[in-house]
């Protein structure tokens, strides 16, 4: 085990602490945006000292800029998945984030509320006025008309029959819902990845929905709770196609297509994607970026580094998919770091050619286990509209029931030992590539 170096920073009485190797504390702006401000506003090291020699004062603000928002959209996805009563303890972190940031951007502290949707309301208006790296070429996505056509949508078999392609039904509901019930606050409405093109894994794929909100959505407190409300509802449909997916939707927002974050989600990626109100174009421009490329693939190191470190193996399906999903999703991320996007599924021969030097077995031996991968799915036997008639509490105690019933904790001692490898294994993977990117 190599000799990490940790670093905590302190959030209001709270502490975070991660592990970090020389190289990764040297290029911190790179690795670890949030460390980064807490620890050059300190004087930590020769961070200050780095990255003065690397970027002016109008790019350092820029940098801020760019970490408030990429940090709304953490806040947003949460505030569009959990209670309200949650919200304040679980965006913590993130809210001393933004509100640093806004500081340091403006002079002035950030007030707001303590009502999760009056936040939002703030948060969203103050990033329209702060954030000014706009994007400066327009950029016309053609989205392809062969992706996403349900009604070509392979079926599963279950039982040794086949099914009545009960998932094009729920991907069909679903469009119908977003354009009957959300159009005036709804501009896109993205199938991704397999479901879209058609070539998912049964028993493993979950559900890709990326979600483009109108402005209209941040005018009041009633039209952004009302929105969330229902969309919650919808949103639930993952886990009928899923038990175990471990996301919902993905929000950007109005102000996101006049200021598109290219690093988080590469404008390519939706000429696979069918656009659920039928447009056949979306228009965005990227802006300028700032260090955010790395950090995503550093975000990996530090994920598996803790579970090595504190022992933290995986006992249940839905952790251990989670964690799959994550080794998946490595080559696509190593790619944007280096400024190449390509599709998810491209990316596993791509980075094999882009970096020869680096083993990558360990994907290669995990991606197997998806072939095989087999999981309890009554959720499916449930009918679409009961996701929209039942308050969204209720309908998630039903998914939280499945998964206490069907994806019980525990594995062998061998499993576990089996899982430690991988997260080894793949961890130095991710490391050695670092390495290669920051040199």
């Not at 509490?393 to 904790?409: S, T």
């Amino acid at each position: 085990m190599k000799d990490y170096i940790p670093v905590k920073i302190s959030l209001e009485g709270r502490t975070k602490e991660k592990f970090f190797q020389q190289k990764e504390l040297d290029r911190l702006y790179d690795t670890d945006p949030v460390f980064f401000i807490f620890k050059y506003m300190e004087g930590f090291g020769n961070g200050r000292a780095v990255f003065s020699e690397n970027l002016s004062e109008i790019e350092l603000k820029n940098y801020y800029q760019a970490l408030f928002q990429d940090t709304f959209h953490v806040v947003l996805r949460r505030y569009m998945k959990i209670p309200e009563k949650l919200f304040l303890n679980v965006c913590h972190y993130e809210l001393e984030v933004l509100r640093i940031t806004y500081k340091v951007i403006t002079g002035k502290d950030l007030e707001y509320s303590s009502l999760p949707a009056q936040i939002m309301l703030t948060l969203y208006q103050e990033m329209k006025k702060i954030v000014l790296i706009s994007g400066k070429e327009e950029t016309v996505v053609t989205i392809s008309e062969n992706a996403g056509s349900v009604e070509k949508i392979k079926e599963e078999k279950i039982g040794g029959d086949q099914s009545e392609h009960w998932q094009e039904r729920v991907i069909n509901f679903l469009g119908r819902q977003v354009k009957e019930n959300f159009n005036q606050f709804v501009e896109h409405a993205f199938l991704q990845g397999s479901f879209a093109t058609r070539d998912f894994i049964p028993g493993w794929s979950d559900l890709d929905v990326v979600i483009f909100l109108k402005d209209e959505v941040f005018t009041s407190i009633v039209n952004l709770t009302n929105f969330k409300k229902n969309m919650r509802k919808l949103s639930l449909l993952v886990y009928k196609i899923d038990p175990l997916a471990h996301h919902e939707f993905m929000f950007f927002t109005a102000f996101d297509r006049e200021h598109y974050p290219a690093f988080l989600f590469p404008p390519t990626l939706f000429t696979y994607a069918k656009d659920l109100f039928g447009h056949k174009t979306i228009t965005l421009l990227p802006r300028p970026e700032f260090h955010e490329r790395i950090a995503p693939v550093a975000k990996l190191a530090h994920f598996f580094r803790q579970k090595i470190l504190k022992d933290l193996i995986s006992q249940d399906n839905f952790s251990w998919k989670n964690d799959i999903s994550l080794i998946m999703l490595f080559p696509s991320l190593l790619l944007v770091a280096t400024n190449v996007e390509v599709y998810k599924k491209f990316s596993f021969k791509k980075v094999k050619g882009s970096f020869p030097d680096l083993d990558f077995s360990v994907i290669d031996e995990v991606s197997l286990i998806r072939e095989t991968w087999q999981r309890k799915n009554v959720l499916r036997l449930l009918p679409n509209w009961l996701f929209v008639a039942l308050p969204s509490a209720w309908m998630g105690k039903v998914i939280g029931l499945h998964r206490k019933i069907f994806d019980r904790r525990g594995i062998s001692e061998t499993e576990s030992q089996k899982r430690r490898l991988v997260y080894k294994r793949f961890l130095t993977l991710v490391e050695s590539s670092l390495d290669v990117i920051l040199d």
